[in-house]
């Protein structure tokens, strides 16, 4: 139980092109996921929530008009990277939480992630 | 705030023990356990809640000090199938739950046979 698929797992295109990736929570529902950004090497490191029915919230530095998340239902948030540049390549990977989540007892689980490189 | 993770790298023996820690400079109100190996999403390990929380499935364990704000992972007898990295994640705002996670930057590990 519990797996989130993430849609595409690797997209190569040109620069400016905008480029919409899909997480899906399969067997569970989710007000809330979450999108993550992780360069070679490095963490993950969270760009956003997702809020089912309301507005993303964005970390600092995160720009929402460059990032737009859109969460339609509690299986489906969308993330859709706008007018991508090169210095937006990198491995962009969706979570979610089972609904009831109480005070963090339910884990993250995880898409296989979308590795995006902008030519 | 990044919680720090030590070491940055282990390299081992199949069957030999390591430990990897995790330490925040603010209070932690859960530590989760991740792996992740090359390419690939990160694998959930395992999930701790309270102070002084231990668990542990199979040869991997892991403890909680919520007074010190540290966690740390053993994996005893270990496997080549441990290689990877281990991120440690934790919990921000008021335990709530539905909050994303801040990770630390990761220890790699190699098992050599």
């Known amino acids: 139980g519990a797996v989130v698929s993430q849609h595409p797992s690797r997209v190569i295109c040109k620069s400016g092109t905008s480029v919409k990736i899909e997480c899906r929570s399969l067997d569970f529902q989710a007000t809330t996921m979450f999108w993550y950004r992780q360069f070679p090497k490095q963490s993950l490191m969270l760009m956003a929530t997702?809020?089912?029915?309301?507005?993303?919230?964005?970390e600092q530095g995160v720009e929402k008009d460059k990032f737009l998340i859109n969460h339609a239902s509690l299986t489906l948030s969308t993330l859709t990277v706008t007018s991508a540049h090169p210095e937006d390549s990198s491995f962009y990977i969706c979570?979610?939480?089972?609904?009831?989540?109480?005070?963090?007892?339910?884990?993250?689980?995880f898409g296989d992630g979308t590795r995006l490189s902008i030519l | 705030q990044q919680p720090v993770q030590s070491p940055q790298a282990v390299i081992l023996r199949e069957g030999e023990d390591a430990v990897i820690n995790c330490s925040s400079s603010?209070?932690?109100?859960?530590v989760h356990w991740y792996r992740q190996k090359h390419g690939e999403a990160p694998v959930f390990l395992m999930i701790?809640?309270?102070?002084?929380e231990q668990k542990g499935h199979d040869k991997i364990s892991a403890s909680f000090n919520e007074k010190k704000q540290q966690s740390s992972l053993y994996l005893t007898a270990s496997q080549l199938s441990y290689s990877g990295t281990y991120f440690c994640g934790t919990e921000r705002g008021s335990g709530g739950g539905a909050d994303g996670l801040t990770f630390g930057k990761g220890t790699h590990l190699i098992i050599q046979p």
């Open positions: 701790l809640l309270k102070g002084g």
């Open positions: 603010k209070a932690l109100y859960s």
């Open positions: 979570s979610a939480r089972p609904l009831p989540v109480l005070r963090g007892n339910q884990p993250q689980h």
């Open positions: 997702s809020n089912e029915g309301s507005k993303a919230t964005y």
